[in-house]
């Protein structure tokens, strides 16, 4: 009688042993990853996006074999341009009432872009990963009060 055991060690994949490729000194990945385009066929304020698409798309997704680019339609609205990025992160910007060189700088833009969060530059918080040895001064806490 013999009796079926569980091996002793799980079966090791071949795609289990590949990396996830990142930027460093011998490849560069680019973050974007899909550039979806949504505009209205019939409204006025879709003519520049209408014209860039008829121009234009077809030298940007050879320029940029890395990157998917999705056209849809949205009826009735405004078009904007969507980037979607490797972190999961996505931008979208409004293309209403721009020039067909603003529209190419729009997505100019989304192609350079991280993905990530913009943070300011100015009026940063201080972290500190220890408390401070004095603690916080305060003019109403002290012994004596400041003569002029």
């Not at 930027?23 to 949504?38: D, L, M, S, T």
């Not at 505009?39 to 006025?44: G, I, L, Q, R, T």
């Not at 003519?47 to 121009?55: E, F, G, K, M, P």
């Not at 020039?99 to 100015?122: F, H, M, R, W, Y």
């Amino acid at each position: 009688m013999a009796s079926r055991l569980a091996p002793a060690t799980k079966p090791l994949f071949r795609a289990q042993l590949s990396s996830r490729p990142t930027n460093g000194h011998v490849a560069f990945i680019p973050q974007v990853r899909k550039v979806v385009f949504e505009y209205c066929e019939k409204w006025a304020s879709s003519a520049n996006t209408r014209s860039y698409l008829h121009r234009h798309l077809e030298d940007l997704a050879r320029a940029h074999p890395h990157v998917e680019v999705v056209v849809k339609q949205r009826n009735y609205k405004p078009p904007i341009v969507r980037g979607f990025y490797l972190n999961d992160n996505e931008k979208v910007i409004g293309l209403n009432g721009f020039e067909i060189t603003g529209i190419q700088n729009k997505v100019q833009l989304l192609l350079d872009s991280s993905g990530a969060k913009i943070k300011p530059l100015k009026r940063r918080t201080i972290e500190s990963t220890t408390e401070s040895a004095r603690g916080i001064w305060s003019g109403l806490h002290v012994d004596e009060t400041f003569k002029i």
